[in-house]
């Protein structure tokens, strides 16, 4: 075995950390390196995989102590940290907070199935990226995917006849004996030729050669509810591929992603952006027109604003999922200080400040001066 980074290490725990400590560490890496987030990126691969599977086993009270005991060399046994080890695990930590319908199974619920069943297909995955305006109003997106479907020609049957499985001989199951560090281990696995069935086909169907499923490309309507967010997904039960020999439909999970938008930045349901006001406008009080997702809008502006004043358009935000409260856009006007004056501007610039430097006795307005040139003495 190639060195083995500590499990305690992975996750960045102390050995006496306990099992909720344990989670949200795994929870904060699994989130980090998440392949979506990653896409491509190995080394993130790895360390998505390595966090897994330390997971796996410090989440474990038997494996723990076992591990606390032997190291890595009380692990490498039973076929431990496999994927499916650390993808069980995955589940079990992103049902809790991703899932845009909430509560339930989340992630693969229905998974398991019994010691002789055929396997579930395989869960799939995508990403759908959406604008501010579509998560504002929910959408429903049309999707090109490609899976394994039921072969019509057997109607997943495989074939027509059935007849004992040789490899497994009608059990279903096949018995590994592999030496190990604790002796000898039995493996018992679902049979690779049945696929857990315990019968084979007497005559395969050509189409599919016998696996019931062939490839196929489908679109899909997905509706997107409204006042979603970036990492959230959807399940749709039963819409991912189709397990071999007749096994059930895994799920199709939707990942969300948030498009940027070049105006807005969101914060929950609100929106923030920004505007630049003329320094006129600022003291004199006027409207700008400012982009909403519906649009642009007139944005009143009341004598005598100040710079980074924000305004706010009430409403102009993002609903909450599932009904409630509705965000604002919140504006950030800055005042834009003309940086080329031409000569006429000059002079009227040079004549106001002639007036407000005037003593007050001499005329001039009292209001903004005076309380310039006190903010500057003092
Ligand atoms: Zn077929
Ligand atoms: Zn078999």
């Known amino acids: 075995m190639a060195t083995k980074r500590d499990y305690y290490e992975i996750l960045g725990v102390t050995k006496d950390a306990d099992a909720t400590a344990i989670k949200s560490a795994y929870k904060k890496l699994a989130v980090k390196y998440h392949p979506d987030k990653n896409p491509g990126n190995k080394e993130a691969e790895e360390k998505f995989k390595e966090a897994a599977e330390a997971y796996g086993v410090l989440s474990d009270a038997t494996k723990k102590a076992q591990y606390d005991r032997f190291g890595h060399a009380g692990m490498n046994q039973g076929g431990m940290g496999g994927g499916a080890q650390g993808f069980s695990n995955f589940e079990d930590i992103f049902s809790s907070f991703g899932d845009i319908f909430g509560g339930g199974g989340g992630f693969g619920g229905g998974r398991s199935r019994g010691p002789s069943g055929p396997p579930r297909g395989q869960d799939l995955q995508i990403q759908l990226t959406l604008t501010l305006k579509d998560i504002a109003h929910g959408v429903t997106k049309k999707i090109q995917l490609k899976r394994f479907g039921r072969c019509k020609t057997c109607d997943g049957a495989g074939g027509t006849g059935k007849e004992t499985c040789g490899t497994c001989k009608g059990q279903g199951q096949v018995r590994r004996t592999q030496n190990s560090f604790f002796g000898q281990v039995v493996n018992v696995t679902a049979c690779p030729d049945c696929g857990g069935t315990g019968q084979q086909i007497k005559v395969r ?25 970036e990492g959230q997904y959807l399940t749709l039960r039963g819409e991912g591929h189709r397990g071999p020999h007749g096994g059930g439909a895994g799920d199709l999970l939707v990942v969300i992603h948030e498009a940027r938008d070049e105006r807005f930045e969101r914060r929950g349901v609100d929106l923030h952006g920004k505007a630049d006001i003329p320094f006129t406008t600022a003291a004199l009080g006027g409207s700008i027109r400012v982009p909403t997702l519906e649009g642009d809008v007139e944005l009143k502006i009341p004598a005598g604003t100040q710079s980074d ?46 007036l407000w430097e005037a003593p007050a006795s001499k005329g001039g307005k009292e209001s903004g001066s005076k309380d310039k040139s006190k903010s500057f003495f003092f």
């Open 205 to 229: 169907c050509k189409d599919c050669n016998g696996q019931g499923r062939v490839q196929e490309e489908v679109t899909l309507p997905i509706e997107i509810p409204a006042g979603v967010e």
């Open 309 to 354: 004043t924000l305004m706010r358009l009430r409403g102009k935000g993002l609903p909450e999922l599932h009904g409630g409260a509705h965000g604002h856009l919140y504006v950030k006007v800055h005042i834009d200080t003309p940086q080329k004056l031409g000569a006429r501007e000059t002079e009227l610039l040079k004549e106001l400040q002639a």
